[in-house]
């Protein structure tokens, strides 16, 4: 399994951009479909944007299209989510997480990802 490690959260002002980071080390990180998820408190687990690894295909959730971009540089095994406009509502712990191979009408479930890094905080203050 590869590990994941998330980097970049803090505490803005609605409005705001944030970059988050996922480093990715034991195996290349170029074999791998990879999302972003987030969990507010008392909250489930919540998907919020996927990168698969063929040809590059980008997946949103309705709530953050348009304002946040996936990306990713197999080349520096990290994959990055560029936050726009934030908004309250945005304000979650950021879980990076990672497959093999992730079915496309399986990629907003959590279960289906087996590699899972510790989270980094995101508050946005109004």
């Known amino acids: 399994q590869v590990q994941l490690l998330e980097s970049g959260g803090g505490l803005v002002q609605a409005g705001d951009s944030l970059r988050l980071s996922c480093v990715a080390s034991g195996r290349s990180f170029s074999t791998y479909d990879a999302a972003w998820f987030r969990q507010a408190p008392g909250k489930d687990r919540e998907f919020v944007a996927a990168?698969?690894?063929?040809?590059?295909?980008?997946f949103y959730s309705d709530s953050v299209k348009g304002r946040f971009t996936v990306s990713r540089d197999n080349a520096k095994n990290t994959m990055y989510l560029q936050m726009n406009s934030l908004k309250p509502e945005d304000t979650a712990v950021y879980y990076c997480?990672?497959?093999?191979?992730?079915?496309?009408?399986?990629?907003?479930?959590?279960?289906?990802?087996?590699?899972w890094g510790r989270g980094t905080q995101v508050t946005v203050s109004s």
């Open positions: 997480a990672a497959d093999a191979y992730i079915s496309n009408v399986r990629r907003e479930a959590p279960n289906e990802y087996h590699s």
């Open positions: 990168i698969f690894r063929r040809g590059a295909l980008t």
